[in-house]
Nanobody, 124 residues
Framework: VQLQASGGGLVQAGGSLRLSCAAS????????MGWFRQAPGKEREFVAG???????TYGDSVKGRFTISRDNAKRMVYLQMNNLKPEDTAVYYC???????????????????WGQGTLVTVSS
């Protein structure tokens, strides 16, 4: 499956951005989709994940501020980011887990397809 992320940019603290991820693949609706991010000098971290059913899970640092959603008919995944903070600055990646388990994995090793990343910069 090919993934194409977009929507990054520069925003002031407290602002909002919406990231989009376009996916190919006939069985997209069966994938668990996730967003990860990597800040300069830091390891990649889990941001949010969503099952085909719409069940979601979030990283602790974004809970209550970010919302992941998907449109299976359009093969799209979105990440609505509100109340952005400078520490949210990172390259954001969308990823697909094509063989998901019962629960949404937070481990990047379980996601076998990755997009190219989109940069989000939050100024203070």
């Amino acid at each position: 499956v090919q993934l194409q992320a977009s929507g990054g940019g520069l925003v002031q603290a407290g602002g909002s951005l919406r990231l989009s991820c376009a996916a190919s693949g006939r069985t997209f609706s069966s994938y668990v989709m996730g967003w990860f991010r990597q800040a300069p000098g830091k390891e990649r971290e889990f941001v949010a994940g969503i099952k085909w059913s719409g069940d979601t899970t979030y990283g602790d640092s974004v809970k209550g501020r970010f919302t992941i959603s998907r449109d299976n008919a359009k093969r799209m995944v979105y990440l609505q980011m509100n109340n952005l903070k400078p520490e949210d600055t990172a390259v954001y990646y969308c990823a697909a887990d094509r063989n998901p388990g019962v629960r949404i994995s937070r481990g990047e090793a379980d996601f076998d397809s990755w997009g190219q990343g989109t940069l989000v910069t939050v100024s203070s």
